[in-house]
């Protein structure tokens, strides 16, 4: 993350800006104080890399886990630059939530996080409302705002659903609401229907 910030290729807020001053408090050593290495480990016994990691002892704020102290694998770069910089939340353990939530839903993080920002960006351009939201202020940074819709689209429900379609059916949705259609095109960041990585 701090590498992306300091060449100026970190996803923030949509893919509008390539770094931003609160990226620091999303770089590792924010995380490191959960990981716990029992050495270098891999996915595969024959990985170089090695690289995988896990928040040990991290307490839930949200959820039908709120309140339990739980392990988080990861978070690794996709996620934290997707749920944290490209939706401008500079919440270290918002992030690592969010990873733990994408993980037991069966939501994957990359096309969670890109998907929010697209909904956040409609949102800070008068395209969406509180009334379409359900109530929610998808503003960039609203870190309890992105956890809501997460659990919302892990139990099916609330506005939770349009986001889980994904950004290609939201341009759609959006439309249908009075938005410029080449305006979505352009900062919905999809091809055939996949959103865009970090």
Known sequence: TKIMNDYDILPVHNFRYG???EATKIYSPEFCKYFEYGGPDGCWYGCTMACAKFARGFTLRSGPYKGQTITVDGPEYETVAGIGANCGIWDADAVLEANFYCDTYGIDTISFGTSLAFAMECYEEGILNKE????????????DAMLEILHQMGRGEGFGVV????????????????????????????????????
């Open 132 to 143: 379409i939201t359900g109530g929610l202020a998808l503003n960039f940074g609203n870190g």
């Open 163 to 198: 986001v889980g379609q994904g950004i290609r059916r939201m341009k759609q949705i959006f439309a249908d609401y009075g938005a410029d259609p080449q305006f979505l095109q352009d900062i919905g960041m999809e091809v055939k229907g996949l959103e865009y990585s970090e």
């Open 19 to 21: 770094n931003h001053p």
